[in-house]
């Protein structure tokens, strides 16, 4: 069974960083398609990353390429959400998920088939 544990988020001031971290189990990271997607009150999700399990290419989300980061440590299935210069309109809840398909953009990141129960991110002005 696929499962993803995510841990890391607070509440930070402007221009602060975090960085989340999510645990997988059931599987292995490398062997699926990874990523994050965030989702704030009273929106739909939006992607944030991918990894695609084809090729290992990662794509990054126009709205915070050059402040968030993706890596992975696959001796402990584990991937991280390194995020700088956060800002009050990165608060939200943040998901890692894992699907065995290939993903192409972050935009195919809401739609993965797996998600962890997701960590609150918090920016305050």
């Known amino acids: 069974e696929v499962q993803l544990q995510a841990s890391g988020g607070g509440l930070v001031q402007t221009g602060g960083s975090l960085r989340l971290s999510c645990v997988a189990s059931?599987?292995?990271?490398?062997?699926?398609?990874i990523g994050w997607f965030r989702q704030a009150p009273g929106q739909g999700r939006e992607g944030l990353s991918c990894?695609?399990?084809?090729?290992?290419?990662?794509k990054i989300a126009s709205s915070v390429k050059g402040r968030f980061t993706t890596t992975t440590d696959n001796a402990k299935n584990t991937l991280y959400l390194q995020m700088n210069n956060l800002k009050p309109e990165d608060t939200a809840v943040y998901y890692c998920?894992?699907?065995?398909?290939?993903?192409?953009?972050?935009?195919?990141?809401?739609?993965?088939?797996?998600w962890g129960q997701g960590t609150q991110v918090t920016v305050s002005s």
């Open positions: 990894t695609n399990n084809r090729n290992g290419l990662t």
């Open positions: 998920f894992a699907d065995s398909d290939p993903c192409y953009s972050a935009a195919d990141a809401p739609s993965a088939r797996s």
């Open positions: 059931g599987f292995k990271i490398d062997d699926y398609s």
